[in-house]
């Protein structure tokens, strides 16, 4: 499949963590002093520098020089709590800020406009450039999101940060929830979403500093953090191969990192699953392909890096993988997938008055005209992508089993009670064996469904694609009850099972959502011989009504669409959705 029709950014990027491990020269700063309560508005917030120098790579095959100077964000005395919200559609983005007073958690609301999206604080960083001579070569800022790739400062700091590890940037995103944990730092480099620079080999000074309205929000003093660059040349051609996030990756899931090294072909499930050398991108030092569970591609590639670049290219070579270590938190961990039961269920089927999943479906995105890959003149496809996301309370959580000699999992919903305990289940039909290049994954049956309506609202075209594997693939609001910020059966690699798995275990767990892309012929839709005019692209959830849900009536989104062109040369026009104004 080919997804690089769409270009829009979807997923945010962690930042490296190649300066975590030096941290502890910085670090044995503030462990020195004893954790004492700070003012009791909020954490004590402080820029640092993890080493007072950085050797970067000018890469002669790439447009420039990616500034991660290894710059954090500290939180001290209290963590940084940041909650990201819109009503709907028609409600602009606000933000509030978590602070104590009399040791009693408070909502602060912070002043409108200070974020416009969920990708993070925009213009958080300012970063000038000066060379040898003191001439400024570089001045530019950096938007920011703490729950970037993020470490310990000091050790008695709580060993896991309770909060994501990345900022979504779906334009539909509901709710997103940003923090760096109490004695952690999370690094202010904006990863591959920023631009590259022209720096010439040579000797540099980079200055960075706070913005003033976050210093004066957030009461962080104005020390800027002064880092020696130096900048050398290299060719993907000096013998250390491609760069992190380049050709090595193409047979990975561009969604969900570099660990995730997924057999070539799963590109049935979005752009975030479907790696190209175009797609792939990652943090440059944190050795991680594109974050997981954060949205979908496709991406340009990110930068290149050292020494994470020589480290994958010789873990290549003795048939490794490189991803995270324990107490790694730079989000390439490969989240692993739930086990399914040891064997099917027994006993009678129920389902029990106990908290469910409820399913809802974004608006498509991603909308555009394709050839469907296919190459035959005339023929003209409208591909899209689509959400189901899980608005709980409950995790939706399905297993299939699969009799001797059979080619389809029996499919069985299960109920659990308040403390996890599994009080019920309920057949939900069947899984099968998709072997076509682009899936090789077991797909549950009737878990969504797409159409194309005419503007009475009547069926015009509907799309073949109706069964999937689950994954949570985008954070959609992790503000509601429930929300699973660290949520298993990220990537299709570990979710999706393989050809002789005898069960599978597939999860939507609460606050994400699952993207498709529909693309290939008999998934988008054949607009070949569809009239010209407005129509809706309708994402349906649930449509056989077999999985059970708090609330079957939201399950359906309609996306308006304008088709115009003549064959072969069709076109969309795809208005704002309510505020949102991203095809």
Known sequence: MTTSRTTRLRRPLLAG????????????????????????????????????????????????????????????????????TRKSYKDPVTITQT??????????????????????????????????????????TENFCPNNASGRVRPDAPSTSKYPESCPTNAFTLGSVWGIEKGWAANTYAGSYTQP?????????????????????????????????????????????????????????????????????HTGHGPGHAATPAQAAAPVTSGAGPSYNVGHGPLKAAPPALPWALKKLQAARAGMRAGDAAGQTDGSRKAPALKPLSKRPTGKPSVPDVPKPDLRSLPAYGITISDGDQNIPGRDYLAFSANVWNAGPAQLVVDGFRSPGKAKMDAFQYFYDAKGKQVGYTPTGTMEWDPRPGHVHWHFTDFASYRLLKADKKEAVRSGKEAFCLANTDAVDYTVKNANWHPYNTDLSTACGQENSISVREVLDVGSGDTYTQDLPGQSFDITDVPNGTYYIQVLANPAKRLKETNLNNNSA???????????????????????NAN
């Open 17 to 84: 963590t190649t300066a975590v491990a030096a941290m502890a020269v910085t670090a044995g700063l503030i462990a020195a002093a004893p954790d004492q309560a700070t003012a009791a508005t909020g954490p004590k917030l402080s820029l640092i520098a993890a080493t007072d120098s950085v050797t970067l790579t000018s890469w002669k095959e790439e447009p420039g020089v990616y500034l991660d100077l290894g710059t954090y964000l500290t939180a001290e005395g209290r963590p940084l709590e940041l909650k990201v």
């Open 558 to 580: 309609l996306r308006k669409v304008v088709l115009g062109g003549e064959p072969g040369k069709r076109t969309v026009t795809v208005p704002a959705h309510d505020l949102v």
């Open 197 to 265: 620079v022209k720096l010439a080999a040579g000797a540099y000074t980079a200055k960075i500093r706070v913005a003033k309205k976050y210093r004066d929000l957030f009461g962080i003093a104005d020390k800027p953090a002064t880092v020696k660059v130096t900048v050398e040349e290299r060719s993907w051609e000096d013998g250390t191969g491609a760069p992190a996030g380049r050709s090595a990756t193409a047979g990975e899931h561009a969604g969900h990192g570099t660990a995730h090294q997924a057999p070539t072909g």
């Open 99 to 140: 602070v104590y007073e009399g040791g009693k958690a408070k909502t602060k609301t912070l002043p409108k406009g200070t974020v416009k999206d969920f990708s993070g604080l925009p213009g958080f960083a300012e970063v000038t450039v000066t060379d040898k001579a003191g001439k400024k070569v570089v001045s530019r």
